[in-house]
């Protein structure tokens, strides 16, 4: 089996285990998460995110407890289960909630977790956070976002900085997808307000890390300046001012965005659905994913299938209490 056919089967298995143990509410919304979650997680299968925010979590509450509770224990510390389960349970649905919340910040993981562990060390916190409680709470709302967006705007520009290792924005490797046309739009957002000189940008941007087009970026600048910009930039370049990052083409497994495959987060008629190259193929690998849960699991949802099946024993519960009710009511 090649490389990139181990990679979609990888992915496939992901998208069921995600089926078997969760609602469809759970991931409903994936497609939307993808736009909005840290840019370099957008080519992750939700499962695979889930697993990765659960180590994040673990490392940060072992130092936590390391750094203000008792050392000698806190490499056994957990704050949440190993592996995977077999059907819905509470503690794993909890963390994927904590990472979709996460998501939705436009923030690294890293980042919201040391951060919420800082926040909770200042306030004396009983208890140890579970990952459901790295976010704030409604009596705490109002402070965690106050410092919270502080550390964000103290933060993010290294971050930011960071993305330029991931090959999936590289020109080399666009295919013209929503997370890549919405990289290109926030770097030239960068370029537009930075108080670096143009061409030391584009010496960057363009010929070492190849994020951008010089065109592109040449349209920033006065129309008579363009072609002084281009050359001192390419000048730049060319005496070693920024060394070229390494060019790898990425196979096309690599560049499944994060929500490729699951049907129900699927709208062809909105964005990022509307715009995806990759709709088609989405659209059929998500029939393929269903028919694989339904052979293995049953169904193409376990979980809604018994939420299902409880609500009609419950209905059926009632009606007959209701017909036993009517029936003594005539005595």
């Not at 736009?35 to 940060?60: A, G, H, K, V």
């Not at 704050?79 to 509470?90: A, C, F, N, S, V």
């Not at 065109?215 to 008579?224: C, I, N, S, Y």
Request: with cysteine; aromatic share 10%; hydrophobic share 35%.
């Amino acid at each position: 089996m090649s490389s990139d056919k181990k990679k979609l089967a990888k992915r496939l298995i992901d998208i069921i285990r995600m089926r078997t143990v969760l609602h469809p509410k759970d991931w409903k919304n994936e497609s939307r998460l993808m736009m909005s979650r840290w840019f370099d997680y957008r080519f992750t299968s939700p499962l695979e995110l889930t697993l990765l925010f659960r180590e994040i979590y673990t490392q940060n509450l072992r130092n936590h407890v390391r750094r203000h509770q008792d050392a000698d224990v806190a490499h056994m510390v957990t704050g949440t289960r190993d592996g995977l389960p077999r059907t819905r349970e509470k503690w794993f649905t909890a963390l994927w909630h904590a990472r979709q919340q996460t998501d939705a910040l436009f923030v690294p993981y890293d980042l919201l977790v040391n951060f919420s562990f800082d926040f909770s060390s200042r306030r004396k916190r009983r208890w140890n956070m579970l990952p459901h409680q790295l976010h704030p709470s409604p009596s705490n709302a109002k402070a965690w976002t106050a410092v919270f967006d502080d550390v964000v705007e103290d933060q993010l520009p290294l971050h930011m900085r960071r993305i330029g290792n991931m090959p999936h924005y590289r020109l080399e490797n666009d295919i013209g997808l929503p997370a890549q046309r919405r990289f290109r739009e926030i770097m030239l957002e960068e370029v537009k307000h930075s108080h670096r000189r143009l061409d030391d940008q584009i010496a960057e941007f363009v010929y070492a890390k190849r994020h951008l087009e010089l065109d592109a970026v040449l349209r920033t600048a006065p129309e008579d300046e363009r072609d002084d910009y281009a050359e001192r930039a390419k000048s730049l370049f060319d005496d070693g001012g920024w060394p070229e990052a390494e060019r790898k083409s990425l196979e096309r497994a690599d560049l499944l965005p994060s929500c490729f495959g699951i049907a129900e987060t699927i709208t062809p008629s909105e964005a990022p659905c509307c715009d995806c190259p990759l709709l088609a193929k989405c659209q059929s690998f998500s029939q393929l994913a269903i028919d694989q849960t339904v052979k293995t699991a049953g169904s193409a949802s376990p979980i809604l299938e018994l939420d299902r099946k409880r609500s009609r024993a419950y209905v059926a519960r009632f009606r007959d209490n209701k017909k036993k009710a009517a029936a003594m009511a005539l005595f």
